[in-house]
Structures are given as C-alpha cells and as structure tokens.
C-alpha cells in the first residue's frame, strides 16, 4: 500500500523559512513525478512544484518560482520543499502528491495523496 507521508510544516514570521518533507512507501518513487500541492481555507487546492524523476528538471507555480526550492533523494525514498521567503499568502495545508504510472512526464495526473501538513505565516 502507498503511503505518502508528509512533514515539517508550523508557524513562521513573514520571511522565514520552512522544509517540509515527504516519506514514501509502499514502493519505491525513483522514477516517478512527484508534486508538491497546497489548499488555503475557503479556496481550491493549487499546484505548487513538482520534480521530474531524470535529470532534476523542475517546475513551479508563477506564485512561488524563485522562492520555493523542490528537490528529492531517491535512496530516501523522499521528496522535499524548501520554502524561503514566506509570505502570509503561503499560508495553507501542504499536500505531497505522486501518480500511479512511472515516467508519467512533469504534469502527470496525481493518484497518490499524503494527509497534509499546515503552513501557516504571520505577518
């Protein structure tokens, strides 16, 4: 069964940082997508990043590109965000997402779903 795990999220000042992390299992992600989702209270949830399994290639929401950070450690089975330069904004429950298929491309449609982790900046 696939688990997706996610991690790190709490309160942080306006212009903090914050790294969350996501745990995998139940197979292994190594040549899989994996993408980084978030939802605020009272809107939809919205692509944030996402990380090709080859050659680190990377893509991000206009809303966070030169802020945010996406990287992956396929021994570890685990996928990151690093989030710099937050703004109250950002705040929203963090989703780590994966497909079902390998090699899907870096906009695949995303079967797998971790619980979520709150974010949330003060200003």
């Known amino acids: 069964q696939v688990q997706l795990v996610e991690s790190g999220g709490g309160l942080v000042q306006a212009g903090g940082s914050l790294r969350l992390s996501c745990a995998a299992s139940g197979r292994t992600f190594r040549t899989y997508t994996m993408g980084w989702f978030r939802q605020a209270p009272g809107k939809e949830r919205e692509f944030v990043a996402a990380?090709?399994?080859?050659?680190?290639?990377?893509n991000y929401a206009d809303s966070v590109k030169g802020r945010f950070i996406i990287s992956r450690d396929n021994a570890k089975n685990t996928v990151y965000l690093q989030m710099n330069s937050l703004k109250p904004e950002d705040t929203a429950v963090y989703y780590c997402?994966?497909?079902?298929?390998?090699?899907?491309?870096?906009?695949?449609?995303?079967?797998?779903w971790g619980q979520g982790t709150q974010v949330t900046v003060s200003s």
């Open positions: 997402a994966a497909p079902r298929s390998s090699d899907t491309g870096l906009n695949p449609k995303y079967d797998y």
């Open positions: 990380i090709y399994w080859r050659g680190g290639i990377t």
